[in-house]
Structure formats: structure tokens, C-alpha cells
Nanobody, 125 residues
Framework: QVQLVESGGGLVQAGGSLRLSCAAS????????MGWFRQAPGKEREFVAA????????STADSVRGRFTISRDNAKNTVYLQMNSLKPEDTAVYYC??????????????????WGQGTQVTVSS
């Protein structure tokens, strides 16, 4: 089992940037596919971005493509989500997840086995 802790959330004005970090412990994530999801109040959890174990493949939701970038540093056992040009509709709790898969990136939340506790991102207009 992998323990995941997100950080870097906060309050930012529209158009601003934040970088979320997901620090893993308990096991190396170098063989895990990693992902970011978010959940806004009253809405279901939705996929944001995913990255393969090597970092060679990434997937990004249409709603954030061109603005958000997922990356990883396996030496630091950490995954990142760089968020630029933030919009009020990006306001949500952001979750990091880890999963073992035969495919490069995991889009569905059911493909992940370990989750962090989430970090709040609030974008003001």
C-alpha cells in the first residue's frame, strides 16, 4: 500500500497558478501509474490528469488541457500537477491516486487502489 499526501492547494485569483505536489511513502511509486482527480461541492469526482510509471505517457481531461500539466519525479517519490490560467470552475478538492496497470495511463477512478486525503483549491473571480 502506498500512502499519499497532497499539498500546494490554496486560494488564488482567476488567471493565477498553483503547483500541487503528491508525496508518496511506504513504497516506491516508480512502478505505479499516477493520477489526479478533483471533486467540487455537489459534484462527482472527475478525472483531471494521469501519468504512466515512467512519465513517458500522460493523459489530460479536455477541461484542463493546455492549462494543467502532470509530471513525476520517481527519485523523490513525488507527482506534481502544475495548474496555470486557473478558472473559478477549477475550484475543488484535488486528490492524488496510485494504481498498478498494464496500460500506460489510468483514466477511470476505479483503476486506482490508493488515494490521498485531498487538498483544497479555490479560485476566486
Amino acid at each position: 500500500q502506498v500512502q499519499l499526501v497532497e499539498s500546494g492547494g490554496g486560494l488564488v485569483q482567476a488567471g493565477g497558478s498553483l503547483r500541487l505536489s503528491c508525496a508518496a511513502s511506504g513504497r516506491t511509486i516508480s512502478t505505479y501509474a499516477m493520477g489526479w482527480f478533483r471533486q467540487a461541492p455537489g459534484k462527482e469526482r472527475e478525472f483531471v490528469a494521469a501519468i504512466s510509471w515512467s512519465g513517458g505517457s500522460t493523459s489530460t481531461a479536455d477541461s484542463v488541457r493546455g492549462r494543467f500539466t502532470i509530471s513525476r519525479d520517481n527519485a523523490k517519490n513525488t507527482v506534481y500537477l502544475q495548474m496555470n490560467s486557473l478558472k473559478p470552475e477549477d475550484t475543488a478538492v484535488y486528490y492524488c491516486a496510485a494504481g498498478v496497470s498494464t496500460v500506460a495511463t489510468i483514466i477511470r477512478s476505479t483503476g486506482y487502489t490508493d488515494w490521498g486525503q485531498g487538498t483544497q483549491v479555490t479560485v476566486s473571480s
